[in-house]
T-cell receptor, first 109, second 118 residues
């Protein structure tokens, strides 16, 4: 079966750095997305990785290793507004998005 | 950027009634739209893929006669929850694929509709 694993919840301090991991086992791979979802709102796009390596976009970076079935989202200089759920999603061989359950990130002052 | 709207934002209805939710792509034409359902503290669950001009493709376990999907134009897809029951109460989110996004094939999400069935 297809499976995406993320930690359920993480806590970090304002101003710090946090890394959210995602491991996947899917039938094929055509890219990996990270989305941010605030409570009661729809997901918003953060990043997309299709090749191995690190993609940096401001305070957020995303890394992919296809051989390991592994990705992480790195958030720097954390702000209170970064408190949200972070969803990892993989596009499989049929170009369907397979979603992880999301990681709830709690930022403390 | 690509914008997707949903209407209504929230709806409360009595058990047994039908509710229609609209999903519109505002600044691009979406040949494919997706309908998701999300229960509290759970991940997104794909319900169906809606293709303009053809029948929707439903995920396993989703009743197509209960969740009617119509994608009549390149900018509008509708989801009708027929004979709604309290267990249908959930957060319904649509997304649209922008063909112009190329290989990334990003999905743009609407703001969601919170349905409460009494």
């Amino acid at each position: 079966g297809q499976n995406i694993d993320q930690p359920t919840e993480m806590t970090a301090t304002e101003g710090a750095i946090v890394q959210i991991n995602c491991t996947y086992q899917t039938s094929g791979f055509n890219g990996l997305f990270w989305y941010q979802q605030h409570a009661g709102e729809a997901p918003t796009f953060l990043s997309y990785n299709v090749l191995d390596g690190l993609e940096e976009k401001g305070r957020f970076s995303s890394f992919l290793s296809r051989s390991k079935g592994y990705s992480y989202l790195l958030l720097k200089e954390l702000q209170m507004k970064d408190s949200a759920s972070y969803l990892c999603a993989v596009k499989d061989s049929n170009y369907q998005l397979i979603w992880g359950a999301g990681t709830k990130l709690i930022i403390k002052p | 950027g690509a914008v997707v709207s949903q209407h209504p934002s929230w709806v409360i209805c009595k058990s047994g009634t039908s509710v229609k939710i609209e999903c519109r792509s505002l600044d691009f034409q979406a040949t494919t739209m997706f309908w998701y359902r999300q229960f509290p503290k759970q991940s997104l669950m794909l319900m169906a893929t809606s293709n303009e001009g053809s029948k929707a493709t439903y995920e396993q376990g989703v009743e197509k006669d209960k969740f009617l999907i119509n994608h009549a134009s390149l900018t509008l897809s509708t989801l009708t929850v027929t004979s709604a029951h309290p267990e249908d109460s959930s957060f319904y989110i649509c997304s649209a694929r922008d063909p112009a996004s190329g290989g990334q094939d990003e999905q743009f999400f609407g703001p969601g509709t919170r349905l409460t069935v009494l």
